[in-house]
């Protein structure tokens, strides 16, 4: 099992930022890729980011490349989203996502455990 714990969402106004954490325990070493995920009202859970754990890579959604930077700490099984330039449509909750599988994937149905999310909201 992996227990994955996200903070770090608010409230913030249109062009700002906000760093969102992701904090990972229980069979850590099984993780291959965790993901950031997020989900507006009313939409499906879209993805955002994802970073293989033992190297680093990244990988974005075009919407959020350039905006958003996904990184990791390595001891402290943590992984990051910073968002700058946050607007109106980025207001979602986010999620943070654990894949065993070893290979990188968009789609919500490949990631084995999944955080509660964090609320998100940008103001205009």
């Known amino acids: 099992q992996v227990q994955l714990v996200e903070s770090g969402g608010g409230l913030v106004q249109a062009g700002g930022s906000l760093r969102l954490s992701c904090a990972a325990s229980?069979?850590?070493?099984?993780?291959?890729?965790m993901g950031w995920f997020r989900q507006a009202p009313g939409k499906e859970r879209e993805f955002v980011a994802a970073i293989r754990w033992s190297e680093g890579s990244t990988y974005y959604r075009d919407p959020a490349q350039g905006r958003f930077t996904i990184s990791r700490d390595n001891a402290k099984f943590t992984v990051f989203l910073q968002m700058n330039s946050l607007q109106p449509d980025d207001t979602a909750v986010y999620y943070c996502?654990?894949?065993?599988?070893?290979?990188?994937?968009?789609?919500?149905?490949?990631?084995?455990?999944w955080g509660q999310g964090t609320q998100v909201t940008v103001s205009s």
């Open positions: 996502a654990a894949d065993l599988s070893g290979l990188i994937s968009t789609s919500t149905g490949d990631y084995d455990y």
């Open positions: 229980g069979r850590t070493f099984s993780i291959r890729y």
